[in-house]
């Protein structure tokens, strides 16, 4: 078996609309180390598109499934209960930055975290309207295909799709929109579209995942805890990517004066393993009736231990500290290469959510050729790069927190090499 044989058989059993990135295949996996079938290694800066904050198979991660693995693997919650599961939410309480009492449940996948977030705040409101932002990424089920801000590929050829759902243009200083374009456009939405006192929730991510780690002004956030104070609405943080370290605190949220109501969490949450979770303020999460939230495999008991040793490995290992100073590193190179890279128009992110954006050099355009060309001479070179953007001319970069500095000082050098 090597990896051409295994990419034909691939394109002969599987769909076309799963799209995959690269033409080999994994083998095994170690911290920040990808090997393949055939024996050659990457750099995995893509860390299975943040989820592996703590790196591949953490061996406390590794310890806490098999342990797990013991004792059940499945009851299904809202049959047979366990006390993992409610620690876990003790857990996430505790640390999640919303105000007052809170409570947690567990899902499966992120999709399904914005799903019941909707679901909760319609509950808890009565109104059936969602207000969300270009360039934003929810999801591929319908709901969550509505609320996503970026056509292609995600929406082409799915519609129609749910209604009650508005778009407001996102704040983006390279794009010229600016907090007060993205306030007043909701506002607008309020005159044109709907009126405020049947809007359920305006659902934002305080930084923008596939939309190019575009981070949310402080007063962009203030601005929508106004207008849903103001109106009723809940306020929805997404934090499935941008959760459990990566902005150099335990959630994107931590860097804001002002609160969100509901916080999505899926990706880096269980090290791997398929978890998500919806955490808000009680009175609101206690909207849906008994029966109204859950799921066959929400909050599987082997991703709940593997959660409880996620949070444990970010304590002990202190890689919030970590994420801000492997932060610092990339951006340093990133600015460093501006200096040679004319392209390269703007670098951004919190903590290790850094982005590179490129643009034609000549027209300022966004130039998604150029991102495929850097992204594309890494790899040649052993560094696993994505690609994301309304335009797909951004570069993600998301190693995972656990990467040994001498692992990741080679991984800048790859990427001074490719902007060159």
Same mark, same amino acid.
């Given at each position: 078996m090597n990896n051409k044989n295994l990419q034909q058989r691939r394109l002969d059993a599987t769909p076309r609309g799963v799209g995959v990135m690269c033409d080999f295949y994994a083998q095994s996996a170690e911290n920040s180390t990808i090997t393949d079938i055939e024996g050659n290694q990457y750099i995995d800066f893509a860390a299975g598109i943040a989820v592996l904050n703590t790196g591949h198979r953490h061996p406390r991660l590794v310890q806490a499934v098999e342990a797990q693995l013991q004792a059940f693997t499945h009851t299904a919650y809202q049959i047979v209960p366990y006390e993992s599961y409610v620690s876990l939410a003790e857990k996430i309480n505790a640390v999640a930055p919303i105000d007052g009492k809170r409570k947690t449940t567990f899902f499966t996948t992120g999709a399904e975290a914005v799903e019941n977030a909707v679901k909760i705040a319609r509950a808890h409101t009565g109104r059936p309207g969602v207000i969300a932002f270009g360039g934003g990424f929810h999801g591929r089920t319908y709901m969550t295909m509505a609320l996503t801000g970026k056509v292609a590929p995600y929406k082409k050829g799915f519609g129609p799709f749910p209604g009650s759902v508005y778009h407001a243009p996102y704040p983006s200083e390279l794009q010229g929109v600016s907090t007060a374009d993205s306030l007043k456009a909701i506002e %607008?939405? @309020?005159? *044109?579209?709907?009126?405020?006192?049947?809007?359920?929730?305006i659902i934002f991510e305080p930084v923008q995942g596939e939309g190019g780690f /575009?981070?949310?002004?402080?007063? @962009? /956030?203030?601005?929508? %805890? %106004?207008?849903?104070?103001e109106h009723g609405i809940v306020m929805i943080a997404d934090e499935v990517q941008s959760g459990f370290a990566r902005t150099g605190k335990l959630f994107a949220m931590d860097h804001y004066a002002d609160k969100a109501d509901l916080m999505t969490m899926a990706k880096s949450l269980a090290g791997g393993m398929?978890?998500? $979770? /919806?955490? $808000?303020k009680a009175e609101i999460m206690d909207a849906p009736a008994p029966g109204g939230l859950g799921g066959t495999y929400a909050g599987n008991p082997l991703s709940i231990a593997a959660a409880h040793a996620v949070l444990d490995i970010i304590r002990d290992e202190q890689l919030c500290?970590?994420? &801000? &100073?492997?932060?610092?590193?990339? %951006? *340093?190179?990133?600015?460093d290469a501006q200096g040679w890279c004319p392209e390269l128009a703007e670098v951004r992110g919190l903590g290790s959510m850094v982005a590179a954006e490129f643009c034609d050099a000549a027209t300022g355009e966004p130039s998604a050729a150029v991102a495929q060309r850097v992204q594309k001479k890494a790899l040649e070179q052993g560094l696993l790069l994505l690609t994301c953007g309304q335009y797909g001319n951004v570069i993600r970069f998301l190693y995972p927190l656990t990467i040994?500095?001498?692992? @990741?000082?080679?991984?800048?050098?790859?990427?001074k090499a490719a902007t060159k």
């Open positions: %607008r939405l @309020f005159k *044109a579209d709907i009126d405020p006192t049947q809007v359920a929730a /575009v981070v949310a002004p402080s007063e @962009f /956030v203030a601005g929508i %805890r %106004r207008i849903c104070d398929p978890l998500s $979770g /919806v955490v $808000g500290q970590r994420a &801000a &100073a492997l932060g610092e590193q990339l %951006r *340093a190179t990133l600015t040994p500095q001498d692992q @990741f000082v080679k991984a800048l050098d790859i990427i």
